[in-house]
T-cell receptor, first 115, second 115 residues
């Protein structure tokens, strides 16, 4: 089965600083999803990456998928307190059959941004 | 507004009791999922369903049961056989995408505790 390892497990930064969260897979990624979660709430979808070398940005958050499709990074530029929360990466199994749509998640990275 | 509604937000279970968590979506999504989240861990898949009247076990299905009688609804029952039910439960749904996986959208979760 596929396993996802996120690093770091937790991160504390000062407002305005840049930061990067990594997500590494034991197998080739067929689809990589980034989510954000506030404590005690549901997950909010941020971005989806599918192609090797793909990069997407939304506001101050950029996500990349490496060429080999086994590692993804999430980069936040000029962090703000509103960026605080838990960031989770999720990976899709290869398409087809009853496994279609299933996601495996990393353990999450807890981000704290001090004003 | 379209979305996923989970209820109740908080639920308490007595020893030997079965409890049912509700999940309703009005996104017209075919697939629905139930996850369990424990502190410091990512999401673990309990059950998922791609079409009405059909569902598959996820990674931790023991002690849980589901039904999918309507496209909009996917209730989860936590049975007395689940010996460690205290957790945060998340329901999600997704479209069955053409040519690739589609992102899952999540409800706000139900927190289940043992009395």
């Amino acid at each position: 089965s596929q396993e996802l390892e996120q690093s770091p497990q937790s991160l504390i930064v000062q407002e305005g600083k840049n930061l990067t969260i990594n997500c590494t897979s034991s197998k080739t990624l067929y689809g990589l999803y980034w989510y954000k979660q506030k404590y005690g709430e549901g997950l909010i979808f941020l971005m989806m990456l599918q192609k090797g070398g793909e990069e997407k940005s939304h506001e101050k958050i950029t996500a990349k998928l490496d060429e080999k499709k086994q590692q993804s990074s999430l980069h936040i530029t000029a962090s703000q307190p509103s960026h605080a929360g838990i960031y989770l990466c999720g990976a899709a199994s290869n398409a087809g059959g009853t496994s279609y749509g299933k996601l495996t998640f990393g353990q999450g990275t807890i981000l704290t941004v001090h004003p | 507004d379209g979305g996923i509604t989970q209820s109740p937000k908080y639920l308490f279970r007595k020893e030997g009791q079965n409890v049912t968590l509700s999940c309703e979506q009005n996104l017209n999504h075919d697939a629905m999922y139930w996850y369990r989240q424990d502190p410091g861990q990512g999401l673990r898949l309990i059950y998922y369903s791609q079409i009405v009247n059909d569902f598959q076990k996820g990674d931790i299905a023991e002690g849980y049961s589901v039904s999918r009688e309507k496209k909009e609804s996917f209730p989860l029952t936590v049975t007395s056989a689940q010996k460690n039910p205290t957790a945060f439960y998340l329901c999600a749904s997704s479209a069955m995408g053409q040519g690739g996986n589609q992102p899952q959208h999540f409800g706000d979760g139900t927190r289940l505790s043992i009395l």
